[in-house]
T-cell receptor, first 116, second 113 residues
């Protein structure tokens, strides 16, 4: 079974530029999450989708961050304009409440962003 | 709100030493508890989990027991290896609400040969 796919793996941009990250969840997983992991800290949830609807975006900085999951499958997270403090790893994850998976949340390898 | 507190790192041990990484939580209701591991340059991998009080999760020689009375989920391993060097995250997931994972700050573990 293929895991959660993310791209790009690494990105370096200048402040005030824009960047977009893409995520393809595990096939059949209705729930998709974007987490931000700043160096030395635990991951923090940015946004959670259930199919193509937003369940929780309370910690998403909406003045500069946006995310969409138009067809309920893959998702894009955008930052515009980027700030230095956005340097972090952006983790995508997915889950499905089936007996076989036990509603476990599976993570991708992350997209590493450096803002200079 | 829900929160997780882990022992601060970094932790450095010699190979074959006994490992304990402390984790305590605050949550409403009865959350599920998890340990995730992050090897250098990789994403988060689920190490073990426990879904109710007194459950013991185990994997790869690691164990953790869900202690409701002390709101703890300490990670233990009897004999660590160099390959166990990684960052370990304790997390909870409340069955109420949006069911998101809430993470601790992580503990960096280094095992020396």
């Amino acid at each position: 079974e293929a895991g959660v796919a993310q791209s790009p793996r690494y990105k370096i941009i200048e402040k005030r530029q824009s960047v977009a990250f893409w995520c393809n969840p595990i096939s059949g997983h209705a729930t998709l999450y974007w987490y931000q992991q700043i160096l030395g800290q635990g991951p923090k949830l940015l946004i959670q989708f259930q199919n193509n609807g937003v369940v929780d975006d309370s910690q998403l900085p909406k003045d500069r961050f946006s995310a969409e999951r138009l067809k309920g499958v893959d998702s894009t997270l955008k930052i515009q304009p980027a700030k230095l403090e956005d340097s972090a790893v952006y983790l995508c994850a997915s889950s499905s409440p089936t007996v076989s998976s036990g509603n476990t949340i599976y993570f991708g390898e992350g997209s590493w962003l450096t803002v200079v | 709100g829900d929160s997780v507190t882990q022992m601060e790192g970094p932790v450095t041990l010699s190979e074959e030493a006994f490992l304990t990484i402390n984790c305590t939580y605050t949550a409403t209701g009865y959350p599920s508890l998890f340990w995730y591991v992050q090897y250098p340059g990789e994403g988060l991998q689920l190490l073990l989990k426990a879904t109710k009080a007194d459950d013991k999760g185990s994997n790869k020689g690691f164990e953790a027991t869900y202690r409701k009375e002390t709101t703890s989920f300490h990670l233990e391993k009897g004999s660590v290896q160099v390959s166990d060097s990684a960052v370990y995250f304790c997390a909870l997931r409340n069955i109420q609400g949006a069911q998101k994972l809430v993470f601790g700050q992580g503990t960096r573990l280094t095992i020396n040969p």
